[in-house]
C-alpha cells in the first residue's frame, strides 16, 4: 500500500516538473524577446540623446560662425559692386579672421560626431537611412570645412605665389562641390519613402537647446551674385 502511494506521488511530482519544464520553455523565449525590445529601445533612446547633444552643439558652436562669416561674405561683395576699397579690403580680412574660427569648431564638432558614428552601438541599433543620412551629413560638412581651410591657404599665399593661391582655390571649389552633392543626397535620403520603424513609436526626441535664430543661415551659393535671404537648416541631423 505504501508503496503504491510512494509511486503516486512520484507519478504526481514528475507530471508537475513536466508541467513546470514546458511553461519555462514557453515563458523564457517571451522573456528573451520581451527584454530584447526593452534593451533595443533603451539604446536607441541614448542614442538619439547623444545625437541631439551633437546636434546642439553645432546649432549653438559652429552655425553663428557660419552666419557670421556668410553675412561678412555678403558685405563684400556689397563693397565691390560699390567700388569701396576700404570697406572691401577691410571685409575680407574680417571674413578670413571668421574662417579660421569656423574651420577650428567644425573640425572639433566633426571629431566628435566621427566617434559618435563610429561607435558599435551606433552601429547596431541605429536605421540604416539614418546611418546613411549622418555620413551623408559628416561628407557636407567636412567638405565644407575643408573648402573653408583652401581659401584660407589661398588667401595667405597668395601673395607669395599666384600659381599655388589657384590650385589651393580650385581644390576648395572641388569641395564645395562634393558639400553641395552630399547635401542633395541628405535631403533625398529624408524624403525617399521608407519602411515603418515600430521604435519610432516608443522614442522622444529632445526638444532643440538651439535658438531659432541659429538656423538662419544666408544663401551665398553664388559667389558672385550671392542671395541674402536666409536658407533654414533645421533638419533632424543638423
Given at each position: 500500500?505504501?508503496?503504491?502511494?510512494?509511486?503516486?506521488?512520484?507519478?504526481?511530482?514528475?507530471?508537475?516538473?513536466?508541467?513546470?519544464?514546458?511553461?519555462?520553455?514557453?515563458?523564457?523565449?517571451?522573456?528573451?524577446?520581451?527584454?530584447?525590445?526593452?534593451?533595443?529601445?533603451?539604446?536607441?533612446?541614448?542614442?538619439?540623446?547623444?545625437?541631439?547633444?551633437?546636434?546642439?552643439?553645432?546649432?549653438?558652436?559652429?552655425?553663428?560662425?557660419?552666419?557670421?562669416?556668410?553675412?561678412?561674405?555678403?558685405?563684400?561683395?556689397?563693397?565691390?559692386?560699390?567700388?569701396?576699397?576700404?570697406?572691401?579690403?577691410?571685409?575680407?580680412?574680417?571674413?578670413?579672421?571668421?574662417?579660421?574660427?569656423?574651420?577650428?569648431?567644425?573640425?572639433?564638432?566633426?571629431?566628435?560626431?566621427?566617434?559618435?558614428?563610429?561607435?558599435?552601438?551606433?552601429?547596431?541599433?541605429?536605421?540604416?537611412?539614418?546611418?546613411?543620412?549622418?555620413?551623408?551629413?559628416?561628407?557636407?560638412?567636412?567638405?565644407?570645412?575643408?573648402?573653408?581651410?583652401?581659401?584660407?591657404?589661398?588667401?595667405?599665399?597668395?601673395?607669395?605665389?599666384?600659381?599655388?593661391?589657384?590650385?589651393?582655390?580650385?581644390?576648395?571649389?572641388?569641395?564645395i562641390k562634393i558639400r553641395n552633392d552630399a547635401e542633395k543626397k541628405y535631403?533625398?535620403?529624408?524624403?525617399?519613402?521608407?519602411?515603418?520603424?515600430?521604435?519610432?513609436?516608443?522614442?522622444?526626441?529632445?526638444?532643440?537647446?538651439?535658438?531659432?535664430?541659429?538656423?538662419?543661415?544666408?544663401?551665398?551659393?553664388?559667389?558672385?551674385?550671392?542671395?541674402?535671404?536666409?536658407?533654414?537648416?533645421?533638419?533632424?541631423?543638423?
Amino acid at each position: 500500500m505504501t508503496h503504491a502511494r510512494d509511486s503516486k506521488m512520484t507519478k504526481t511530482i514528475k507530471i508537475k516538473s513536466k508541467k513546470k519544464l514546458i511553461i519555462s520553455i514557453l515563458v523564457f523565449p517571451i522573456i528573451l524577446i520581451f527584454g530584447y525590445f526593452a534593451f533595443t529601445l533603451f539604446m536607441y533612446q541614448y542614442l538619439v540623446n547623444r545625437g541631439s547633444v551633437l546636434a546642439d552643439n553645432q546649432c549653438l558652436k559652429v552655425n553663428p560662425l557660419i552666419i557670421e562669416r556668410k553675412n561678412s561674405y555678403i558685405r563684400e561683395i556689397e563693397a565691390a559692386k560699390a567700388n569701396n576699397s576700404d570697406e572691401y579690403f577691410k571685409e575680407m580680412d574680417n571674413y578670413y579672421a571668421i574662417s579660421r574660427k569656423f574651420v577650428t569648431a567644425q573640425t572639433a564638432w566633426l571629431d566628435a560626431q566621427k566617434a559618435y558614428m563610429d561607435r558599435w552601438d551606433f552601429q547596431y541599433f541605429i536605421p540604416e537611412y539614418m546611418k546613411e543620412a549622418a555620413r551623408t551629413q559628416f561628407v557636407a560638412r567636412d567638405a565644407d570645412r575643408k573648402s573653408t581651410q583652401y581659401l584660407i591657404d589661398s588667401y595667405e599665399i597668395y601673395q607669395l605665389n599666384e600659381a599655388i593661391a589657384q590650385d589651393l582655390g580650385n581644390k576648395a571649389m572641388e569641395q564645395i562641390k562634393i558639400r553641395n552633392d552630399a547635401e542633395k543626397k541628405y535631403d533625398e535620403i529624408f524624403d525617399a519613402p521608407r519602411k515603418l520603424d515600430w521604435r519610432t513609436r516608443f522614442i522622444k526626441v529632445p526638444a532643440s537647446k538651439c535658438p531659432d535664430e541659429n538656423f538662419d543661415i544666408p544663401n551665398v551659393d553664388d559667389f558672385l551674385y550671392p542671395n541674402t535671404a536666409p536658407k533654414n537648416t533645421n533638419s533632424p541631423l543638423s
